[in-house]
């Protein structure tokens, strides 16, 4: 049914970067604000991304990563990314984007919500 699918992930030494790719094949998500989570093993996942729907206008950022990762959407790829630089171990984690729902800022707002993808794995290490 209705699901979203990351792609992107890898190992990347600290300091490398990579960017990941969040997309729909059963629905558009141009009126959807999207999200990126992550999750490391023993800890809650965290937001720390979203950009709004549509025209992407506005984009929030969690202190963990503002300034290194940066979101975007291209909407005629029906696909948003995630770019991240200056990668740290701590950034090792199973990345989730979310379509809609309860992202990090009440300004990405746009769509019913509430669908995730499978996750994929980003593993930085020397």
């Known amino acids: 049914q209705l699901q979203l699918e990351e792609s992107g992930g890898g190992l990347v030494q600290p300091g490398g970067s990579l960017r990941l790719s969040c997309t729909a094949s059963?629905?558009?998500?141009?009126?959807?604000?999207i999200g990126w989570f992550r999750q490391a093993p023993g800890k809650e996942r965290e937001g720390i991304s979203c950009?709004?729907?549509?025209?992407?206008?506005?984009?929030a950022y969690a202190d963990s990563v503002k300034g290194r990762f940066t979101i975007s959407r291209d909407n005629a790829k029906n696909t948003a990314y995630l770019e991240m630089n200056n990668l740290k171990p701590e950034d090792t984690a199973v990345y989730y984007c979310?379509?809609?729902?309860?992202?990090?800022?009440?300004?990405?707002?746009?769509?019913?919500?509430?669908?995730w993808g499978q996750g994929t794995q980003v593993t930085v290490s020397s």
């Open positions: 979310a379509a809609g729902g309860q992202l990090l800022h009440s300004r990405c707002s746009g769509g019913r919500g509430g669908y």
């Open positions: 950009i709004s729907g549509r025209n992407g206008d506005f984009t």
């Open positions: 059963l629905f558009t998500l141009e009126y959807y604000a």
